[in-house]
């Protein structure tokens, strides 16, 4: 049996893993975590109800609204009921939360400039597009 494609993806999952570890513990210094900060990047490209938040992100509605609840207390979103049809949420950014989003970002990228620093990642980078590529088309036909 070839476990090649299982090492693979398994040391994918552990890098992902590590490297969210790390971003926690510096947004933790802000009161923020890896999710906050998805959801402040996700509202920064355009409003999202909270369904298509826990679709993107993979996780529950009630861990999206716990996550959007700690976001709007901090100011950093609000919401928008819809007129039509009230059960529909929609979160939209602050400015104060663009300004966070920007910060945290900074903290993101030193972090991702220091893991791969010395580290030649071009040819990397494409395989992982490829893959993308590959899995989003298997996506596509179910």
Known sequence: ?????????????????????????KFADKGMNYLDFLILRAVMEKESTMS??????????????????RLEQKGYVERKRDL????????????????????????????ADEVIKNIKVDDTIEILQKILNKLDILSSKS
């Open 84 to 111: 039509i049809d009230r059960r529909v949420v929609t979160v939209k950014i602050t400015k104060k939360g663009e300004e966070t989003f920007k910060d945290l970002l900074k903290d993101y990228s030193s972090l």
């Open 1 to 25: 049996m070839n476990n090649q494609g299982l090492k693979f993806f398994s040391t994918i999952a552990k890098v992902h893993r590590s490297f969210v570890r790390e971003l926690n513990k």
């Open 52 to 69: 298509e938040l826990a679709k993107r992100y993979y996780v529950t509605q009630a861990t999206i609204t716990a996550s959007v609840d």
